[in-house]
């Protein structure tokens, strides 16, 4: 009879196991794409409002919810790729919601705030690791929300988007400024016994200085600058569509694409994220990341050259 309990137990005990490594498993999977497409009529800045919109809402309400405020023990508080890939999706909504309250819902900056961009710029500028008084899953439900108000507002015709190539100039200066950060970054982690060289400043008969990456933070680095690659991909698709004249009128639409494509060919999976040599058995995983968002960087840059040349 003991034997039979002893079994019993172990048998419930490895069924608990492998629940939990499956649902490790099921929450890790990082967010598809989806599609970003423009209604008939639809005034400018609701697909720009609503994707950003979607993006906090497929973090929160997709696989395993938002996962890097999880509490100790949790299936989600022993993973970290997933996790950072959400912080990656966040700081491009950041970036986006300020531009959109600053300078894309205002006609001049004396003009007055939009309600909406405001309380979502606060809300989604919560601590995303605070998991109560309040929660972060809480801020920024109600940050998606007023984004979705802003865009059926806009529909409504009372709310202002300006879709203008100074705006756009701005946003686009936000998003080079994130990648030249995250591809520094990737740069850092893809060669830690070399000296930082280009994207540092140096003074005169100065040590070289660079940042080095932890062997396992890599991974981390990885996907965080993966979700950036994400969110921007999304959002710079809704700027297609909602400064199609602006962009028409520059004859830009084709570099556009060229930046998108860029970051689509940012999604690849690695097995396992590995940071090998040239000369190696094993990929570099961070300076192939890197190529691509650099890419794309590049060419945000050249396109704002071409706005601004009028």
Not at 102 to 128: H, K, V
Not at 134 to 162: D, I, K, M, V
Not at 166 to 180: C, F, K, R, T, W
Request: aromatic residues 10%.
């Amino acid at each position: 009879m003991a034997g039979t309990k002893k079994t019993t137990v172990l048998i419930i005990a490895a069924f608990l196991c492998a629940l939990y490594l499956f649902n490790m498993g099921y929450i890790s999977i990082t967010s598809e794409s989806f599609p970003v497409l423009g209604k008939t009529g639809a005034p400018a800045g609701v697909v720009f409002a609503s994707v950003s919109a979607a993006l906090v809402e497929r973090e929160l309400y997709g696989h395993g919810g938002w996962l890097p405020n999880d509490l100790p023990l949790s299936p989600g508080w022993f993973l970290d790729n997933k996790p950072c890939f959400q912080l990656g999706v966040l700081e491009v909504v950041r970036y986006s919601v300020r531009v959109l309250r600053d300078s894309l819902s205002r006609q001049r900056t004396t003009d007055a705030i939009d309600p909406d961009g405001d309380s979502a710029f606060t809300t989604l500028s919560n601590d995303p690791r605070r998991w109560i008084f309040p929660s972060a899953e809480s801020r920024y439900a109600r940050g998606a929300e007023h984004l979705n108000r802003y865009a059926r507002r806009l529909s409504a015709g009372s709310a202002a988007f300006y879709p203008r190539s100074d705006n756009l100039i701005q946003l686009l200066e936000q998003y080079a400024s994130l990648l030249g950060g995250v591809n520094t970054r990737l740069l850092n982690a893809s060669r830690t016994l070399s000296p930082l060289s280009d994207n540092a400043t140096r003074t005169a008969g100065a040590t070289p200085v660079f940042e080095r990456v932890p062997w396992h933070r890599i991974d981390d680095n990885f996907y965080y600058a993966q979700g950036v690659g994400y969110g921007l991909y999304h959002l710079m698709q809704a700027v297609r569509i909602d400064f199609a004249p602006v962009l028409r009128d520059k004859n830009a639409v084709v570099i556009v694409d060229e930046i998108i494509t860029s970051l689509a060919e940012s999604f690849f999976e690695p097995l396992i994220v590995t940071n090998g040599g040239k000369g190696g058995l094993w990929a570099n995983h961070s300076n192939n990341l890197r190529v691509f968002l650099d890419d794309a960087r590049q060419k945000m840059n050249s396109l704002i050259t071409i706005l601004t040349q009028g």
